[in-house]
């Protein structure tokens, strides 16, 4: 029996790319999800095809830049699940774009989304993992959260961040047997270039996301992570395209 069978598992941004992909691998392995994002018919389409394939799903329209919102997901994975084993912090956005721009607005969507969204799940699932005395949180950053590109640096910048809460978090809750991963794809073939408006940018991003790879790479690392057994903490993993030079 696969190590994710009957595991409660929250996943945002779960209605497009590596969420939604994350969450077809996970539900065929036997996981209870628990889907989250803002584009409910998306939610909806794909809770359907899990249970139409015989899997587990629950959704909730959740905003990750509210507190209030990600504590009532939790609040949900509880009352319809009893625990949460879980939780993959995968909602993104990555409006790319040069300092000078401006793009203030931009910046700001970033460190809500990318930053604050990620702590709000971290808060609102600790407690009961705590209890518990076990849990996963998988984190979502990026290869750039290693590397920082001239037009990518408040979105690096973010998911640097993630890096680091990732580590405080690891360093934190090792004593209370929670595990801690953080998951730095390269280019994957998704919605996430549509967010960038910068067209000095555009071409170059297009370019380098010709090479992309399927989301569902990036499902099958979260699902190992996932399946190892509990003593044993996948705490990081790059996974690029072959071709992918930077
Ligand atoms: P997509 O654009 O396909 O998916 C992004 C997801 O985030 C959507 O489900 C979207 O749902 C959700 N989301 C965005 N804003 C919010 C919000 N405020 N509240 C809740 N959900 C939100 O891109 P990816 O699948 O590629 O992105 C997933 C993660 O992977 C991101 O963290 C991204 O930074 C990271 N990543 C992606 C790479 C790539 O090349 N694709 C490379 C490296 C990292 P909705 O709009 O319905 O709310």
């Known amino acids: 029996m696969s ?10 941004g779960a209605s497009s790319g ?23 018919d998306r939610l909806n389409k794909l809770q359907e095809a899990i249970q ?16 209030e919102q990600m504590e009532e997901l939790a609040e949900l994975a509880l009352k319809e699940f ?21 793009k203030v607005d931009d910046w ?44 990518s640096t408040v979105y690096a910048g973010t998911k640097h961040a993630v890096r680091a809460i990732s580590e405080g978090l690891r360093k934190e809750e090792a004593g ?13 073939a998704t919605e996430l270039t549509n967010s960038i408006t910068d067209m000095d940018l555009k071409p170059g991003i297009d370019k380098i996301y010709e090479g992309a790879i399927d ?4 499902a099958r690392t979260i699902a190992f992570a996932i399946e190892q057994p509990a003593d044993v903490a996948i705490n990081e ?3 690029r395209p072959t071709s992918q030079e930077r």
């Open 82 to 102: 009893g625990k949460i084993d879980v939780l993959v912090n995968n909602a993104g956005v990555m409006p790319h774009s040069f300092l000078y721009k401006k």
């Open 3 to 12: 190590n994710i069978q009957e595991k409660v598992v929250i996943i945002t």
């Open 215 to 218: 989301a569902s790479s990036i």
């Open 176 to 188: 209370n047997n929670i595990r801690s991963t953080i998951i730095s794809p390269g280019a994957v």
């Open 237 to 239: 993993m790059i996974i």
């Open 18 to 40: 590596i969420g939604e992909a994350t969450a077809r691998e996970l539900a065929s392995k036997g996981a209870k999800l628990v889907l989250a994002a803002r584009r409910e």
């Open 108 to 151: 700001n969507k970033m460190i809500d989304v990318n930053i604050k969204g990620v702590l709000y799940g971290i808060g609102a699932v600790l407690p009961t993992m705590r209890e518990q005395k076990s849990g996963h949180i998988i984190n979502v950053s990026s290869v750039a959260g290693h590397v920082v590109g001239a037009g």
């Open 52 to 67: 139409t394939n015989g899997g587990q799903a629950v959704y909730k329209v959740t905003d990750v830049t509210s507190h």
